[in-house]
């Protein structure tokens, strides 16, 4: 597995509790989907975070919640613009299975960044986002949207209008049956959208997950 140290470009708060981090492209490819590590004060210390840039960019980001009691966050906070920071990856396979089949991505929090990689990457996939919040400066990456179906769905203030959550939703929009789905972020939100699925007809091979656990799901829906 390829390991670098990577200069970073940009550290930025996005939202209420996330940051946005922006490295120089490694010395080595990725697909849209995939993880890299990042270490903490130790390097036994490591925590696994979605590559939120498209397989082409010239930049590697990263979208992360901070926590504050957590073990790397603390540690990454503090990197400030032109540290180097240690990457190990790629890896994982949560990727675009068939680039010719829709795609419906359910997501909560952070867990849109392999979506943003997915729409940077093949700007011609058919493309449907549900994408999960609490408030609406979560809406991480809203203004790249525009080019698919998004869905944004807050759940303690309203956006639109409106407030909401993805399952929700979920249980009553059309579901394209040659659709693979993909969701990613609380494993509430998971477990309940594949139930959702699963009941109305969806067989579970069309299915991906990406779970992420810092966040139980009633924290973004109360």
């Known amino acids: 597995m390829p390991d ?3 200069k970073i470009l940009e550290h ?6 996330a940051r946005l981090l922006r490295l120089e492209r490694p010395p080595w490819k990725w697909k849209a989907g995939q993880l890299i590590s990042l270490a903490g004060k130790s390097s036994l210390d490591q925590r696994d975070y979605t ?9 590697l980001d990263v979208l992360y ?14 990197q400030q613009v032109g540290d180097r920071i240690p990457v190990q990856g790629p890896y994982g396979r949560f990727t675009v299975k068939d680039l ?19 729409l940077r990457s ?4 058919e493309l449907t986002l549900l994408h999960g919040v609490r408030y609406p400066e979560d809406l991480y990456f809203r203004e790249e949207m525009d080019s698919i179906s998004y869905y944004p769905f807050c759940s303690r203030e309203p956006y639109l209008g409106k407030t909401g959550r993805v399952t929700d939703f ?16 609380a494993n509430e939100m998971i477990y309940e959208a594949e139930d959702i699925l699963k009941g109305r007809g969806i067989n579970p091979v069309d299915f991906f997950h990406e779970p992420y656990y ?3 799901y009633d924290e973004l829906s109360t």
């Open 4 to 6: 670098a140290a990577l």
């Open 12 to 17: 930025r708060d996005l939202g209420r509790d």
């Open 51 to 59: 590559i939120a840039s498209g397989e082409k960019d010239e930049t």
């Open 65 to 78: 919640r901070v926590i504050p009691h957590g073990v790397v966050t603390p540690h990454i906070c503090k």
């Open 100 to 118: 010719h089949r829709p795609v419906v991505f359910c997501a909560t929090g952070t867990g849109i960044a392999p979506c943003r990689a997915f």
């Open 122 to 125: 093949h700007p011609g996939l």
């Open 170 to 185: 979920l249980r009553e929009m059309v579901l394209p049956p040659e659709a693979a789905y993909y969701l990613c972020g």
């Open 214 to 216: 810092y966040r139980a």
